[in-house]
C-alpha cells in the first residue's frame, strides 16, 4: 500500500536559524577583515570619496559585514515564522542587493585595487547570506 502525500507535506521547509545567522554574521566578518587586511598589506589605498568618512577601516568593515546579515536575517527569521514561503524570495533578494552594490565599492573609492577588495567582501556577504537564509530544513 502507498501512502498518500499532500502538496503542503510534498514542499520543502524552509528555516533561519538565530545561531546559524550568528555564526555566518561572524565568519562573514571575519573573512572581510582578514581581505581588508590583506588589501591593506597588498596596497590597496581605502580612501574614500564623497562620503561622511575619508577611509573606510577595520571598524567600519566589520560592522557592514556583521550587522546586515545579523539584523536582517533576524527580519527574515521572524517573516519566515510567519510565511515560510517567504524565505526562498529574501534569500536571492539579500544575495542580489549584496552583488548589486559592489559597484558602489569602485565609485567611492580612489583606487581599483580597493573597490576590488571592498567587492570580493560582497561576494562573502553575499555567500553568507545565501547559506543563512531559507535552507531546506531536515524535517
Request: aromatic share 10%; hydrophobic share 55%.
Amino acid at each position: 500500500m502507498s501512502a498518500v502525500i499532500t502538496r503542503a507535506e510534498a514542499r520543502p521547509k524552509y528555516r533561519v536559524s538565530m545561531v546559524e545567522l550568528l555564526i555566518l554574521a561572524v565568519g562573514a566578518t571575519t573573512v572581510n577583515s582578514a581581505l581588508y587586511f590583506t588589501g591593506m598589506s597588498a596596497g590597496a589605498s581605502f580612501d574614500v570619496t564623497g562620503a561622511p568618512f575619508d577611509e573606510i577601516t577595520y571598524t567600519l568593515v566589520s560592522v557592514a559585514s556583521f550587522v546586515p546579515i545579523l539584523l536582517m536575517g533576524t527580519v527574515a527569521l521572524y517573516l519566515g515564522w510567519l510565511k515560510p514561503s517567504i524565505l526562498p524570495a529574501a534569500r536571492w533578494i539579500g544575495v542580489i542587493l549584496a552583488l548589486g552594490s559592489i559597484a558602489s565599492s569602485y565609485v567611492v573609492t580612489d583606487s581599483f585595487a580597493a573597490g576590488t577588495w571592498l567587492g570580493l567582501m560582497h561576494v562573502v556577504s553575499a555567500v553568507a547570506w545565501y547559506v543563512a537564509v531559507g535552507r531546506k530544513s531536515a524535517q
